[in-house]
């Protein structure tokens, strides 16, 4: 083999390794997961962990403030709650006993500090129809 082609080979071999490894550490970032208050308490090598958690609002102790780009509120797990903190915009489908994800880290305090909330509607995305097509009688 000639010397540029040899060149052009370990270049091309280089670019295809480069692009795999790319490829593979954004799938791997991209991957989608979170956490529920029950695990995320019983499991203490999150708290020192950035994690995403679900669960839902407690009604109890609510405050949010658009204005101030904050909320205050208890996320609740099925056994256990967890006092949360959140700083920034605030979806408009945020309210009490509504299920929401949010990301960010447990304070020395042990109030989760979260910078990131989405809101889950799953009611909002179902069909409203009725009959044969839902499911309903004809």
Do not use: W
Request: proline fraction near 4%.
């Amino acid at each position: 083999m000639k010397p540029m082609h040899l060149k052009f080979t370990i270049a091309g071999a280089v670019m295809v390794a480069s692009l795999a490894y790319l490829a593979f550490a954004a799938s791997r970032g991209g991957m989608v997961y979170h956490l529920t208050v029950d695990q995320f308490l019983s499991s203490p090598q999150y708290h020192d962990q950035r994690v995403r958690l679900c669960g839902t609002v407690d009604s109890a102790n609510f405050a949010a403030d658009s204005a101030a780009l904050s909320a205050r509120f208890a996320l609740l797990g099925t056994g256990a709650r967890i006092g949360v903190q959140y700083h920034g915009v605030i979806p408009d489908l945020f309210k009490p006993r509504g299920e929401v994800v949010i990301e960010g880290r447990l304070d020395p305090a042990g109030i989760f500090q979260a910078d990131v909330l989405m809101t889950k509607c799953a009611s909002k995305y179902q069909s409203t129809q009725t009959g044969p097509a839902a499911g309903g009688q004809s």
